[in-house]
């Protein structure tokens, strides 16, 4: 989760802009809704931010499913600067308290581009051969069941032969779901 390391009275100048070109990439200002606490402040804004980031490479980084942004990439590469932002609110019926949101102004650049890829990268390879071991394993499956049904059917001179087939059935359907399931896309 992003850490706010300095509060103030007000929002930053830069807050609630829209994206600018910087000499180095690209600033983008994003806030946080007004929360009680500055935890949830931060919280909400560390979901946002990991939003943003991935909508914004989205098509850099395609993986069908979700490929996670860590948010120590953000934290390490991406960062200008982040700031709280306290403010006094009357509630009525004389309750008064302090509010919080967290703003945050992001860099994305080359070097946010080359964390973001290693990332991904080694995200799609475990994909990739999760998917692999899956299908591989339904083969297995499938061919280990269908030696079992010949031989069986054939031990029982073709007794069982329908309740052989139901079960040969049953258990490759059973694999295929196990392995769509885990093949499938988070």
């Known amino acids: 989760m992003l850490k706010v390391l300095e509060t103030r009275v007000g929002a930053p100048d830069w807050a609630e802009k829209e994206p600018l070109p910087s000499d180095k990439g690209i600033l983008v200002s994003l806030s946080s809704e007004r929360f009680a606490t500055l935890q949830e402040a931060e919280q909400q804004l560390t979901a946002k931010t990991v939003a943003y980031v991935r909508q914004f490479y989205r098509d850099e980084y395609p993986l069908s499913g979700d490929w996670t942004v860590p948010v120590s990439i953000i934290e390490r590469s991406a960062i200008r600067k982040l700031v709280g932002e306290t403010f006094d609110k009357d509630f009525g019926n004389g309750i008064q308290g302090t509010m919080y949101r967290a703003h945050l102004q992001l860099e994305l650049n080359s070097a946010v581009r080359r964390a973001l890829h290693d990332s991904w990268h080694g995200q799609i390879v475990s994909h990739r051969l999760t998917v692999l071991g899956s299908m591989l394993g339904l083969v297995t499956l499938m061919l280990a069941t269908s030696a079992g049904y ?16 139901l079960a040969a059935a049953s258990l490759i359907a059973a694999g295929s779901l196990v392995a769509w399931v885990v093949g499938a896309p988070v």
């Open 150 to 165: 010949f031989r069986l059917d054939d031990l029982t001179g073709g007794l069982y032969r329908r309740r052989l087939k």
